[in-house]
């Protein structure tokens, strides 16, 4: 295996599967769903093999692949993966998969088209995580956006064209920053004796730059990444597209889109520019306390039941940027496990209304009520997904919060117990949403007559179930991949200063000097 481009073969699987669509004649439906699943799910068993050769003992990258793609600029095919991106690359296969299974009844018109999008989205977004050089991610980064326009603008709701163009010209607007920012540390770094124009991520890491430099980079990254994130005040993108996109674009949006921005900042802007990190750690710690408190208020006062879920979103993703911002093993692990719950647990939450929406054509909570005695096996997996999605003990999303408010709790008690009112406030939102669906007065007499869930359905839904119950139960063969990794990521985060102290000793220093925003040479 270890002289097989495993990495490529899982990138570009997918891409092999829009080839062979596209030889099948478009009234061929059956077909045409049948090769496309079979591809998703050819690419998540062979995505397996990273992890069962994953070694937990090194820290960098594994994997590697190198090619010369455009050398006289310094430009690389370079992939790999470490702890950090390996179970993305996992959540991503995992997940695609199910969008296509679950999309099998709900799209009926230019069916050929949809699942060349949705595996034209599977390979940008593979690439994203797996790429090393900054070029090649910015391509995937930039590339993925058009077939998630097309799923939106094509196959979404009645204003979708807006929820579409908004969603791109958001991530595009934050993705032009970036490149300026590319080519100025490709530059820089050529700059500087003993070192060479590169765009290669490994050797830009290191790069000394001063104080003033790395705070305009780190911005400019910064706002690329908490766009997609997306992070309060760069969240208006967000309830528009869910609203409008069809149910296995929400999946695919909530479950892996909006992890590229969290990624980008454990992959690019911490270990990149370090003083600028500690420097803006307090900032971004309050801009993700107010998502966290903000998503969940409004979640609170939503008529619908897929904008809900939208905005749960906001709130969830800034426990993970709290997490990463805390500067600490235990946070940063939870950070990361926190993506891969957040992927799953929103990702079936969407699955469900998605279902119930293609029964009643309606996602207005008002017109719900007593579905628990005509659907009780579907309340039954909504209640699971909503206990894991509030992080009842036992289940997948109690471990992530835990590891990032008992993180967080150890270098500022503030911050983390602010936080702590969002799992309270979610608790509320979510209990009552489930209250008036299943339990509430029945709204329309057509409810007492939906059928349950069908065999495809529980196909759907019972995999994402059996691994929200695994990870509360025995979280370690998610945990051990990211430990080396993390170890190493906080100690470029601190070498900076010249300090060895551990990463308990660099997040202090951060929580401690960052809270003035000093602009210095």
Not at 78 to 107: E, K
Not at 169 to 186: Q, W
């Amino acid at each position: 295996m270890s002289d097989l481009p495993i990495i490529s073969i899982v990138t570009f699987l997918p891409l092999v599967g829009v080839l062979v669509l596209l030889l099948v004649k478009r009234e061929n439906e059956a077909s045409l769903k049948r090769l496309a699943l079979g591809t998703s799910l050819l690419t998540f068993l062979v995505s397996l093999l990273l992890y069962r050769g994953f070694r937990l003992d090194v820290p960098g990258m594994q994997f590697e692949e190198r090619a010369a793609w455009i050398p006289q600029f310094g430009v690389e095919y370079h992939v790999g993966v470490d702890g950090i991106s390996l179970l993305l690359v996992l959540l991503t296969t995992f997940l695609s998969a199910i969008a296509i299974l679950s999309s099998s009844s709900a799209i009926a018109t230019s069916v050929k088209e949809y699942l060349i999008c949705m595996l034209l989205l599977e390979t940008g977004m593979l690439g994203v995580f797996v790429a090393l050089d900054l070029i090649l991610f910015y391509v995937f980064w930039e590339g993925m956006l058009i077939p998630m326009y097309f799923l939106i603008g094509v196959w979404g709701g009645p204003r979708r064209i807006y929820a579409a163009v908004k969603f791109f010209l958001y991530t595009m607007a934050g993705g032009v920053l970036m490149l300026v920012a590319i080519i100025a540390l490709y530059t820089l770094n050529g700059a500087q004796p003993g070192r060479e124009y590169t765009f290669d991520l490994l050797r830009l890491t290191g790069l000394q730059l001063p104080v003033t430099t790395q705070l305009w980079l780190f911005l400019a990254f910064a706002v690329a990444f908490a766009i997609k994130v997306p992070m309060f005040p760069f969240h208006t993108w967000l309830p528009d597209a869910h609203v409008e996109a069809p149910t296995a674009a929400s999946v695919i949006l909530a479950g892996v889109l909006l992890k590229m921005g969290t990624y980008g900042f454990l992959r690019f802007a911490l270990p990149l520019f370090p003083d600028a990190t500690r420097t803006f750690t307090p900032l971004l710690s309050w801009l993700a306390i107010i998502g966290i408190l903000y998503g969940a208020l409004v979640s609170m006062v939503q008529p619908d039941l897929k904008k809900l879920v939208a905005y749960s979103s906001v709130s969830h993703l800034g426990f993970v940027m709290l997490g990463i911002f805390a500067l600490t093993e235990q946070a940063v692990a939870g950070a990361i496990l926190q993506m891969i719950n957040h992927g799953l647990s929103t990702g079936a939450l969407f699955l469900l209304v998605g279902m119930v929406y293609e029964r009643r054509h309606t996602r207005m909570i008002q017109e719900f009520g007593g579905l628990a005695r005509t659907l009780p096996v579907f309340t039954a997996a909504f209640l699971i997904v909503t206990l894991s999605s509030i992080g009842l003990p036992g289940l997948n999303g109690f471990v992530g919060e835990f590891l990032i408010l008992a993180g967080t709790f150890r270098v500022n008690v503030l911050y983390a117990s602010l936080a702590t009112l969002g799992i309270i406030l979610a608790a509320l939102y979510m209990l009552w949403m489930f209250e008036r669906v299943m339990f509430g007065p029945v709204a329309h007499d057509e409810n007492r007559r939906l059928p349950d869930l069908t065999a495809r359905e529980l196909a759907v839904l019972v995999p994402v179930i059996v691994l929200i119950v695994w990870i509360g139960v025995n979280p370690q063969p998610f945990l051990r991949p990211t430990e080396a990794s993390v170890k190493q990521l906080l100690v470029q985060v601190g070498a900076a200063q010249g300090t060895g102290d551990g990463a308990e000793g660099t997040a202090h220093r951060a929580w401690g000097t960052g809270r003035k925003l000093r602009i210095a040479g």
